[in-house]
């Protein structure tokens, strides 16, 4: 009997996705079929993206496990109706992406290239950047992506802090944990990363208290999830210069509505939700390999924790 697996994610992404899955799902020596559409109760797996319209798996009485082609899985992981192994993509592509992204910010911080770009008045101001090993870099989230970011800045010498809500061990990175250990971080940090996942736990991680504890004019560099900052509470520690500058690539209305205060604000740069997408082809060689695990009776990659939401 074929393998049977459903991709329920935007139908403009199927032709994409559809050669490529083939090939991975062939090269893993499977016999499967795979379509858009299915009886419910014929499906083993489901690719899947929440903007593809399945939001009751109940149906699906034969499911082995749901696929994920998104990092964030906040969108699915309270989902009741689903019973079975929920993975979430974790690939190489998305994560170089992450990690170009995030240095080329901390790195244009670091050098004050805003003041390079936009400061041309014909005044010759001398005023070379510290190295690296005098920055503080703190990245919240430890998480593949974050665990890359992390190294990746530690690499050019950056003094960096790795903050998580468990405790983690990266060579060549401070790495604290819980409350004291958030407090220990922040109050070093004249650049701060977030790439936390959207939980009940993280929501809000920067808000006024926690903003205080950073240096004055620290920078903040968010393409993890908007609900992680109180949007007011920044506001306000920009507008008193306790924050001196912002990058912001994800908000909690996306697109971003045109008459929110970030767009007109001096010290916000705000990016389009560009940081990093899913790559369909290194996405689709994580979703075959997770297939043929599934199918060998070896454990699933990437399997999220349904309590902790990630």
């Known amino acids: 009997m074929p393998v049977n697996v459903l991709f329920s994610a935007r139908p403009a992404l199927w032709p994409v996705y559809e050669p490529l899955l083939t090939k991975g799902l062939n090269d893993a020596g499977l016999d499967f079929e795979l379509s858009t559409e299915f009886e419910p109760d014929q499906v083993d797996y489901v690719v899947y993206a ?3 319209g399945l939001q009751d798996f109940t149906p699906l009485t034969r499911l082995k496990a749901v696929l994920s082609l998104w990092a964030g899985v906040e969108a699915i992981a309270g989902n009741e109706t689903l019973t079975v192994p929920l993975a979430r993509m974790v690939d190489h592509g998305l994560t170089q992406g992450m990690t170009e992204w995030v240095v080329g910010h ?3 911080y670091h050098l004050g290239m805003d003041n390079h770009i936009t400061v041309q008045d014909g005044t010759w101001t001398p005023d070379a950047p510290p190295l690296a090993t005098e920055r503080c870099v703190c990245v919240l989230g430890l998480g593949a992506l974050g665990q890359a970011a992390v190294q990746s800045l530690a690499a050019l010498n950056f003094q960096v802090i790795g903050w ?5 061990d ?8 819980g ?19 959207d939980t009940p736990a993280t929501e809000n991680t920067m808000n006024a208290e926690t903003l205080a504890l950073l240096p004055e004019g620290a920078q903040i560099i968010n393409p993890g999830r908007g609900p992680l900052i109180d949007d007011d509470a920044l506001l306000m520690a920009l507008n008193s210069g306790q924050i001196g500058h912002v990058t912001l690539d994800v908000f909690r209305v996306e697109p971003l509505p045109p008459e929110h205060p970030y767009w007109a604000h001096p010290n916000v740069t705000v990016t389009p939700h560009i940081a990093s997408e899913t790559r369909p082809f290194t996405a689709a060689q994580v979703i075959c390999e997770n297939i043929r695990r599934g199918e060998s009776g070896e454990p699933f990659l990437h399997l999220v924790d349904r309590q902790l939401g990630y």
């Open 50 to 52: 929440p903007n593809g």
């Open 106 to 108: 901390v790195l244009r």
């Open 164 to 168: 998580s809500r468990t405790p983690k």
């Open 179 to 197: 409350a004291d250990g958030l407090k220990s971080a922040l109050s070093q940090a004249v650049i701060v990363v977030l790439l936390l996942p």
């Open 170 to 177: 990266i060579p060549g990175v401070t790495c604290l944990h």
